[in-house]
């Protein structure tokens, strides 16, 4: 199977990742790159999105995407997964988005797209599907939708607003490489 989003039919997005590519003016960019993906996130990812958009108002774009589904979570078994997921987080305020991301993408046997390298961890280690920006990146790449060079320039938009990549845009070829990604 390919690594690819497109090969992927449902990928659930935190907030981690859409506040980047907002904050960067690159949302549309994004929404481009996922075009063949079924594209979610979380109420409680855009909750986070419009509280953050008190300080950052340009987040509140982000709130309004029409081009995510979204899981409300509100259903007995959504409960209990999102419930299960915040104990495995150890979830206080601060991981309740990585914690719905994980429950959706879990009941819709899909992956969940997260640059939080702790949830991350505690997700893999439970058997979650689970990837970041980076994967993305790399599988536009590999698909055509984006060269190298133009995601290696995205990478440093993206850490000029904060985010917390693995790699920088120059790094970002041999990066992907190294772990298969390319």
């Known amino acids: 199977m390919s690594r690819s989003a497109r090969a992927t039919s449902v990928l659930v997005l935190d907030t981690m990742v859409l506040s980047h590519f907002t904050l960067a003016d690159r949302l549309d960019v994004l929404q481009d790159l996922l075009l063949d993906a079924d594209c979610w ?4 990812v855009r909750e986070e999105l419009r ?16 081009w995510l589904a979204t899981a409300q979570l509100d259903t007995l078994d959504e409960v209990r997964c999102f419930a299960k997921w915040t104990v495995r987080l150890g979830s206080g305020e601060r991981d309740l988005g990585e914690a719905s991301v994980f429950a959706a993408a879990e009941l819709r046997g899909g ?3 997260t640059d939080d390298r702790n949830a991350t961890q505690v997700a893999r280690a439970h058997g979650a599907r689970v990837h970041g920006t980076i994967w993305l990146l790399a599988g536009a790449c590999r698909d055509g ?6 995601a290696g320039n995205l990478i440093e938009v993206l850490r000029v607003t904060g985010a917390r990549l693995p790699c920088s845009g120059a790094e970002f070829p041999d990066f992907a490489r190294k772990h298969n990604l390319l």
């Open 51 to 66: 509280a953050g958009s008190e300080d950052h108002r340009e987040l509140a774009v982000a709130c309004e995407a029409d």
């Open 145 to 150: 939708k984006q060269t190298l060079t133009a």
């Open 111 to 113: 992956v969940a797209i």
């Open 41 to 44: 996130t979380t109420q409680v």
